[in-house]
């Protein structure tokens, strides 16, 4: 099984993470890893709206609000995961805001 890593950067307040798959897990961190199968950027709103399912990700790729290098077909099964892991723990989703 590949190892794919994810790189998150949100503006708006600027916040980067990374998410590791591979081998049945995960890991996760702050900041910036180096090596990322897919780069996704994007604002906090744009974000919290594709969590909540009020925006949708080929939409706001097509429109440049969501900016995607790499795999788009992993990026957007991994965003719709995240969507899916907000409603199964049927929890409004709030990024971090200062």
Do not use: R
């Not at 099984?1 to 890991?27: A, C, E, H, M, R």
Request: aromatic share 12%; with cysteine; net charge negative.
């Amino acid at each position: 099984l590949k190892t794919s890593v994810v790189q998150t950067t949100l503006n708006n307040p600027d916040f980067k993470y990374w998410v590791i798959f591979g081998n049945g897990k995960f890991t996760t961190g702050k900041g910036e890893i180096e090596g990322a199968t897919v780069n996704i950027n994007c604002s906090q709103e744009v974000m919290s709206g594709i969590l909540a399912g009020n925006k949708f990700v080929f939409s706001e790729y097509m429109q440049g609000t969501l900016k995607i290098k790499g795999d788009l077909q992993y990026a957007h099964v991994y965003l719709d995961l995240l969507g899916l892991a907000a409603e199964i723990n049927n929890e409004e989703v709030v990024l971090y805001n200062e």
